[in-house]
Each structure stands twice: as C-alpha cells, then as structure tokens.
C-alpha cells in the first residue's frame, strides 16, 4: 500500500491551471482565436495557390509550351502556333493541341454589367482534359458562338448555372458578340479570375478578333508511353527558337503557384498574418503562465525547501504549457472547419482542412505555449528564496 502510494504523482500541473477557471478559459479563448487565426491564413493561402492552378491540373499533356514573356494565367503572351508544329517532329511526341487563352467581358444577361472573365480555346476533337466526362462535354462546342460555363463561377456573372439547369436558353453577349451556353462545367474560381468558360478556337478568335490566329498562349503536348519528360525538355529546348519556353506540366503548375507566391505580395501577407497570430498566442500563454507562476512563489518555495528540485518545478510549467496547447488546439480546428467551410460557400476557393495544415497549426500551438513556458520559467528561475519569505 505505501509502495502505490508513493508510485503516485500529484497533477499539480492540472491544479494550478483549474484553481481559477475563468482564467484558464480567458487562456483557452486567446489560444484558440490564435490557431482561428493561423488556419484562416494559411487557408486562404493553401487556397490560393490551389485556385490558381484548378484549371492547369486539368490538361491532358505531358509538356506545355508557353511564351517566356508570359507572367501569369492573367498575363499570358502569344507565341507562334508553328511552335507546336516543330515539337510534333520530336519522335517521343505523340500529339499537341493548341489552346488559346485570355481574359474577356462578359455581360451579365440579367444586370447588363461586364466582367472580366477567364476564356480557353482549343479543338473540341483534341484529347484536351484528364477528365472524360469533360471531354464528352466538349462535342456541343463544335457549333460556333457556342460556350460551356464554368457552374462554379462568381454569382456577378448571373444566375447562369441555375437559368440552365431550369432548362432555359442562356444567351447574352462577350465583346459585343453573341453567345449561347450549351453545357455547365466545375472547374472553380481563382484569385486572377472570377470565372472560366470553354470554347472552340474558331468561337474564342470570333470573340477576340485583335489576336492573332496564327499565334496561341499555350501549347500542349502528349508524349508517347515511355518517354522521359525531362529529356524531351532539354531536346525540345535546344532545337526551338526562344521565343517559346518548354515546361513539363508540373513546371507548368509551379510557374504559376511562384507568380502568387513571389510576384505578388498575397502569399506574404498570408504567411504574416500566420505569423502574427503565433505572437499574438504567445503574448496571451506567456501572461497567463508568468502570472500563476508569480501568484504561486510561496508554494513553489515551500516545495523547493521540502526536497524538490529546480527541474522537477520546471517541468510544472512545461506541463501547464502542454495541457494548454492541446486544449487550446481542439476549438481551433473545430471552428476552423466551419470557417473554411463558410468560405468556400460564399467564395468558391478551394479552402479546406487537410493533414498537412492539421499538423502546422498544431505544432505552431505546441511551440508557441512551450516557448511561452520557457520564458515564465524565469521568473521561477530568478527568484529569491529570502525574498520569497
């Protein structure tokens, strides 16, 4: 019976925190409004780089040309379509389809007003999209002036989506020319634009007669079963002009994700702002830990003069600090599932929890409170027994 007693540990870690409930939920409340904080940052920007690049993962293609001067999926410059002609000369090319690119007004058919939207052409008989139930999709734009709309566009753009389900005939106008949507699809919107629709080539230069129809802005290429991406690059790029740039299509994803990440100040001011919340939890743990260690010196003197050492008063703390990251941690992520949720109803961005935002945020809370820990332990540390008593 004594041996069992003496195997116990007091949970003096949980008493300290416990004895004065409200603030240890004042403590919680400021611990989960920061990890609100970091998840809504690091969301949107997750969400970011995803949105700018729905429609890249799409392509059916192995390889893309693009043009060097081109910044952005919003800035995209023309090459010569005889580009593409010269890679299909290439043996460990199998196909390429051009796609035209750019950005249009579209007039919304109940408002009258005009938006910018995120148009692509191309040959409906090309092997455009992974996806074949898009690929199936695309057979109706071999009519001309015809267009598929993109259903997850902004709702400025109309009520195109809901008119279309309810079986109506959706006509309204881009650049002043007549068009008709014959067919809805999900692509999503992005931060550079609000809205996507499809066409054929022949439809998109009738729409953008100041383009020339001898030069595209992408170029995609298909190579056959076998054949080393990387290598056909370096070939590709040794034997075409430099006019054009070769991309693998991960490159080509990656160009885009760096436009945001580098080109604009979006991702940075994301990243600050999850930064600033990890101060701001820092400041609030730190307060909380530094005022019950400074509310309690006489016990931790008492416990000291008893026998117990410096360290095992340390861990006290570091403990403290543990039981509030993990109890802090817990109303974060529930309520950050709900924001990431509201957000992509009224947004339509693809911002959502996954494992890897899960577990940052988590070690974020973790170090922020064992940081703050550490630095309550100096009031500890630097106490004076005599003054104490």
């Not at 750019?102 to 191309?122: C, K, V």
Request: charged letters at 20%.
């Amino acid at each position: 019976m004594k041996t069992l007693w003496q195997g116990r540990r007091i949970p003096l870690s949980w008493l300290l925190l416990s004895r004065q409930p409200v603030r240890l939920l004042v403590a919680l409340a400021g611990i989960s409004f920061a990890g609100i904080l970091m998840f809504m940052q690091l969301g949107f920007r997750d969400g970011l780089f995803d949105a700018s690049v729905t429609v890249h993962r799409l392509f059916d293609a192995d390889l893309v040309l693009i043009s060097p001067r081109s910044a952005s999926s919003v800035d995209m410059a023309g090459f010569p379509r005889r580009r593409l002609v010269q890679a299909l000369a290439d043996p460990a090319v199998e196909g390429v389809s051009p796609v035209h690119w750019g950005l249009m007004l579209w007039r919304n058919p109940e408002t009258r007003r005009t938006r910018a939207i995120l148009s692509l052409g191309f040959n409906p008989d090309d092997p455009f999209f992974v996806d074949s139930s898009l690929s199936e999709k695309t057979e109706v734009l071999k009519q001309k002036g015809r267009i598929l709309f993109d259903q997850l566009s902004r709702p400025e753009f109309g009520p195109i989506a809901d008119w279309y389900r309810e079986g109506r005939t959706v006509e309204t106008e881009i650049a002043g020319n007549r068009i008709r949507v014959e067919g809805l699809v999900s692509l999503g919107t992005s931060f550079g634009a609000d809205g996507n629709l499809l066409t054929s080539t022949e439809t998109f230069l009738d729409l953008s007669p100041q383009k020339s129809r001898g030069a595209i802005e992408v170029g995609l290429i298909r190579l056959r079963p076998g054949a080393d991406p990387e290598t056909v690059v370096q070939r590709l790029d040794s034997r075409l002009p430099n006019d054009v740039k070769v991309l693998t299509k991960r490159g080509f994803i990656d160009f885009e994700k760096n436009y945001w990440k580098s080109g604009t100040s979006i991702g940075f001011i994301f990243t600050l702002g999850a930064a600033m919340g990890f101060v701001v939890g820092c400041v609030i743990v730190y307060q909380v830990l530094y005022t019950d260690v400074s509310d309690h010196l006489p016990e931790y003197a008492t416990l000291m003069a008893m026998g117990y050492r410096l360290s095992h008063l340390l861990g006290v703390v570091v403990r403290e600090g543990f039981y509030l990251a993990v109890m802090g941690y817990i109303p974060a992520y529930i309520a950050g599932q709900g924001l990431y949720w509201f957000v992509r109803d009224a947004t339509k961005l693809p911002v959502g929890m996954d494992l890897t935002k899960a577990i940052t945020v988590g070690g974020m809370i973790l170090v922020m409170c064992m940081l703050s820990s550490l630095l309550a332990m100096r009031r500890l540390v630097d106490a004076d027994p005599a003054e104490i008593f």
